[in-house]
């Protein structure tokens, strides 16, 4: 997974206006494959998910960037697509990632899986946490936030992260 990251990343050209630093480029293509290998509770009785949405709390260049990285994209089982919002236009986030301390989010939020951009940003509720180690991106589950949220997560995706706190 690691080595798809960095042809994910690499073989993007800088698709927003602002660009963005090599960091934020990697934690972009772990969010997208984060929706590869977590799967959650089925809430509308479906058994399958038509899409998984992600949202980006109060950062464009971010939300361009991991837009354009996704778009036409497809995971899991049932092929659902992911999608790209800012967290103040959609009600129905599976993955909300905040790169600043904010207060959680409003209740039509239930159930999402925040993602913090680093363990020095307070975000209640992150069940993971990025952090930066010798130059590299990594993350860490905080596991009682994941069991809350009822969400399955791969081995695969288990053996990159860190123990948490």
């Avoid at 990285?69 to 659902?80: I, K, M, N, P």
């Amino acid at each position: 997974m690691v080595g798809a990251l960095v042809l994910l990343v690499s073989a993007m050209p800088a698709l927003s206006g602002e660009r963005l630093v090599k960091e934020q480029k990697i934690k972009a293509a772990y969010l997208f494959n984060f929706t590869k290998y977590i799967e959650w509770p089925d809430k509308d009785g479906s058994g399958q998910a038509a899409r998984v949405a992600i949202c980006i709390n109060d950062f464009p260049p971010f939300l361009d960037f991991l837009t354009d990285l996704v778009t036409g994209r497809r995971v899991g089982r049932s092929q659902a697509a992911v999608e790209v919002y800012s967290l103040d236009e959609s009600s129905a986030c599976d993955i909300i990632f905040s790169h600043h301390a904010f207060d959680p989010p409003p209740s039509e939020h239930n159930g999402a899986l925040i993602v913090a951009d680093s363990g020095s940003i307070d975000v209640p509720g992150a069940a993971i946490v990025f952090f930066v180690e010798e130059n590299r991106v990594r993350f860490f589950f905080q596991q009682d936030n994941l069991v809350q949220l009822n969400v399955l997560v791969s081995s695969e995706l288990r053996k990159l992260a860190r123990s948490g706190a």
